[in-house]
């Protein structure tokens, strides 16, 4: 079973405004990280947060975590067309393998 | 720098004939991954390899192997592919070295492979 959930499973929205992601885990972790899917290409690397961490920035990125209610949110500020891609959390239990949510489709109109 | 490259990018095979998908990177990553990924599913982990010779089970391994005769290749090979086992297959590799680990993934461009 997939260890992160995203929520909303799809987000569409016009340029210049933010967009929120969020992502559920059953698990401790290690850290937490987001990353990100243009259409028919691999994933890319976004941000990581360890799991002492509760916040950090990245540009236009935002990711908070909460340790308590095994969640992580990602905010993208001033969003731009080219933000449009699929948004992956994956969390890293023990240390040798990362494992992916379902992600969020985000579309960002111009 | 290439970093990580996956051939073929498509292959369309019928049930029961094999295949072996080849990861290459020239990064000197000590860590390689094999993933598929479905519509709706996200990424599953099919094996993965911690060194060269060594090769470990993920969460849908089953109707997979996996070789690492040499630290920059990492191959997926199906046996007997089924029509399950059409997806989109992506390689990942991981910096690790001395103990010092780098926590973020490197990907290839993926695999399409159909089988009919």
């Known amino acids: 079973s997939q260890q992160g959930e995203e929520d909303p499973q799809a987000l569409s929205i016009q340029e210049g405004e933010n967009a929120t992601m969020n992502c559920s885990y059953k698990?401790?972790?290690?850290?937490l990280q987001w990353y990100r899917q243009n259409s028919g290409r691999g994933l890319v690397h976004l941000i990581l947060?360890?799991?002492?961490?509760r916040e950090k920035h990245s540009g236009r990125l935002r990711v908070t975590l909460d340790t308590s209610k095994k969640s992580s949110s990602l905010l993208i500020t001033a969003s731009r067309a080219a933000d449009t891609a699929s948004y992956f959390c994956?969390?890293?239990?023990?240390?040798?393998?990362?494992?992916f949510g379902a992600g969020t489709i985000l579309r960002v109109k111009s | 720098n290439a970093g990580v490259t996956q051939t073929p990018k498509f292959r369309v095979l019928k049930t029961g004939q094999s295949m072996t998908l080849l990861c290459a990177q020239d990064?000197?990553?000590?860590?390689m991954y094999w993933y598929r990924q479905d519509p709706g599913m996200g990424l599953r982990l099919i094996h993965y390899?911690?060194?060269?010779?060594?090769?470990a089970k993920g969460e849908v391994p089953d109707g997979y192997n996996v070789s690492r005769l040499k630290k920059q290749n990492f191959l997926l090979g199906l046996e007997s592919a089924a029509p399950s086992q059409t997806s989109v297959y992506f390689c990942?590799?991981?910096?690790?070295?001395?103990?010092?680990?780098?926590?973020?993934?490197?990907f290839g461009s993926g695999t399409q492979l159909s089988v009919l």
């Open positions: 990942a590799s991981r910096y690790v070295a001395g103990g010092v680990r780098d926590e973020k993934l490197f």
């Open positions: 698990t401790s972790i290690n850290n």
């Open positions: 947060i360890r799991s002492n961490e």
């Open positions: 994956a969390t890293d239990v023990h240390g040798n393998k990362l494992v």
């Open positions: 990064m000197n990553h000590e860590y």
């Open positions: 390899s911690v060194g060269e010779g060594t090769t």
